[in-house]
């Protein structure tokens, strides 16, 4: 029997699509968005009997272009709720990427706009459908859904197509009737000669290194970690693995082991939203944002990982179910990847008697990949044996360009021969459901204040730590201090440690930007989520999209601002942090012609949670004793 929070399995899918497709008599002009499992309530979790299974699906109607909202009990094989949602758009689908490329690259019209620049090989052409935000629709188009068009060529077959744009032609197409309304084409720039290819077999005098000997990750007697099912146990941690279509990997029920006590930390860890947008006011970019999460699904452009290159040494591996749009599931093998990593040194001090003491680092590190078009991104949580969680983001794979004749624009940065890559940012939002030592918790926004020089302080050197607890959603909205080194301590009024002081965790910033956008922009409307570093609100099950459940065509942001409106209180109670970071990417020519990874992270630590340091019981490495 599955788990309660288990992701709905393949035979689950075509159950909750059966019975809607019964029950809500659907054709096949309907097409599921999104289906995945509806969590139980924290409440029902603890209960017995265990919750009901319930799957929630986003899904519209093409031929009206209407879009609901269903929750079906797949314990009672019923449809349990219908809910009609007018004016909205479900996420994209990777169906429907792939019908454009199909259909539509083969219509007259840019067919002959390609030929005017030299191209007839209609095979070799990759249109890029992206999502538009509702302000920047063409007037005659309201309604609709509809999208916006990159036109990009491949030189020779397995070639890059990011390589080679087509500046000035962008198709906007119907994507229910799958029909070209219109084609941008501002006038045929003069394509420049680059060298934007990477697999090593197609760049020109490319000699592979080597230089570097076989480096080996072994564990002879195996690894330290249990996998059973969705459950994993590795050191004191403990926590349950799930999956869905549009946050991926999710992290549940973390906790940690502490003298016979098996303490929680988090009820669930992940990335509810990733707004992109381009910084630059040009025709080919002004309406390039992307919602990675809210439009597209990270879960759906999750990729199966390879041993030895994605990751290296005794891995576990979990994989995921998805959907097309006909609601058939598929299963990406290999989606998650577990396993241990050395990360050099863990504690060590050295004593002119007692010698050196020194004990290695070891963390847990739990993975996925997804590929975004020409993005990657690959997210990993590692787990340290000093119970710290640690949340690491690295992005890679192909910068945007655009060709230009004359003057370069000054929003990017010149890669190849009249060729600059925009510059651009990537905001994340994690949502971290944090419980510590329970659900009844209070955030401070602490910061270190240097105390004014005076008879006590004459040499001006104290330094203190002003803790401010945050009382409402108002108080709640934090921006990251530089000057003062903010951070943010998740504490148990209730529950002390050894010391007798209250137990918590402290959010270490990391990747904090500012979102550098007039508040009236159409971009900021849609995502005023980026507008803070951090958002606190009270746990609600139902608030998991910052900016909004349908952020495709959306006008406005209708989650975090809507919901904190209310100023509800979070003090003592049960809270959910947002906490914004991420890439302010100013392009560099080292980045063409793909990208090194861009690493960004943020820590969640533990602060008084433990009353000393918890890894003191390491033991020395395998096969040496405590003295170095």
């Known amino acids: 029997m599955a788990h309660p929070l288990d992701p709905l399995s393949p035979d689950e899918i075509r159950a909750a699509v059966a019975v809607l497709r019964r029950e809500r008599g659907l054709t096949d002009r309907w097409r599921f968005a999104t289906i995945e499992l509806r969590e139980p309530h924290k409440a029902a979790l603890r209960g017995d009997p265990p919750p009901p299974r319930e799957a929630i699906a986003l899904l519209w109607n093409r031929d009206d272009g209407q879009a609901y909202k269903a929750v079906v009990s797949l314990t009672d094989d019923r449809v349990a709720a219908w809910e009609h949602r007018p004016g909205e758009q479900p996420n994209m689908t990777i169906d429907e990427f792939r019908e454009v490329n199909a259909t539509l690259r083969d219509d007259p019209r840019i ?5 005017k620049r030299g191209v007839t090989d209609i095979d070799t052409v990759l249109l890029d459908v992206w999502a538009y935000g509702a302000s920047l629709v063409p007037s005659q188009y309201g309604g609709r859904r509809v999208g916006w068009c990159d036109v990009w060529v491949r030189e020779q077959p397995g070639s890059n197509p990011y390589a080679n744009p087509i500046a000035g032609l962008h198709p906007i197409v119907d994507l229910n009737a799958m029909e070209l309304l219109e084609l941008e084409d501002t006038g045929v720039v003069e394509r420049a000669p680059t060298m934007g290819d990477y697999v090593p077999h197609l760049v020109p005098d490319l000699a592979l290194r080597d230089d ?53 930390v988090a009820h669930r860890l992940s990335f509810a939203e990733m707004v992109v947008p381009y910084r630059d006011p040009t025709g080919e970019h002004e309406r390039r944002t992307a919602f990675d999460i809210g439009e597209w699904g990270l879960g759906f452009m999750t990729t199966s990982l390879e041993l030895g290159c994605d990751c290296l040494g005794e891995i576990a ?105 925009p510059f ?10 944090l419980d510590v030592d329970g659900e009844a918790n209070t955030v401070y926004a602490t910061d270190s204040i240097a105390l004014p020089t005076g008879p006590d302080n004459p040499y001006g050197l104290a330094m203190v730590e002003r803790a401010t607890p945050l009382r409402t959603e108002a108080e709640g909205k934090q921006d990251y201090d530089w000057h003062s080194q903010r951070t943010w301590k998740i504490v148990n009024p209730g529950a002390h440690n050894a010391l007798g002081t209250p137990t918590g965790y402290k959010l270490v910033p990391g990747g904090a930007l500012p979102a550098l956008l007039d508040p009236a922009s159409p ?10 570093t951090l958002w606190v609100t009270p746990y609600h099950e139902d608030e998991r999209w910052p900016c909004g459940e349908m952020p495709t065509q959306s006008a406005s942001d209708t989650g975090l601002p809507v919901w ?35 690493t960004v992270s943020f820590w969640l630590k533990p602060s008084g949670f433990f009353h000393r340091n918890p890894a003191l019981d390491v033991a020395p490495s395998h096969g040496h004793g405590g003295h170095a």
């Open 111 to 115: 067919v002959a706009a390609l030929a």
């Open 212 to 264: 570097l000997k076989p480096l080996e990750v072994r564990q002879p007697e195996g690894v330290s970690f249990a996998l059973d099912g969705n459950e994993v146990r590795w050191q004191r941690w403990s926590l349950r693995i799930g999956f869905n279509p549009r946050e991926g990997m999710v992290l549940h029920t973390v906790a940690y082991e502490d003298d016979g006590r098996v303490r929680p």
């Open 317 to 421: 591996y979990l994989d995921a179910t998805v959907h097309d749009s006909h609601g058939e599931p598929s299963t990406i093998r290999n989606a998650i990847c577990i396993h241990e990593e050395d990360s050099a040194v863990l504690w060590k001090h050295v004593d002119e008697q007692a010698g050196a003491e020194v004990r290695r680092m070891r963390r847990l590190t739990i993975s996925f990949h997804a590929t975004v078009a020409n993005y990657e991104y690959l997210v990993y949580w590692h787990l340290h044996q000093d119970g710290s969680i640690e949340c690491e983001v690295r992005a890679t794979g192909i910068m945007v360009t655009t060709q230009f004749e004359g003057e370069q624009p000054p929003y990017g940065t010149l890669v190849d021969q009249r060729t600059y890559a």
């Open 424 to 433: 651009h940012q990537h905001f994340l939002v994690a949502r971290l459901d």
């Open 523 to 532: 971009v900021f409307e849609r995502a005023q989520v980026i507008g803070h």
């Open 564 to 598: 904190t409106s209310a100023n509800r209180p979070i003090e003592d109670t049960d809270v959910v942090l947002w906490y914004v970071f991420g890439i302010n990417h100013v392009t560099r020519p080292e980045e063409w012609p793909v990208m090194p990874v861009d």
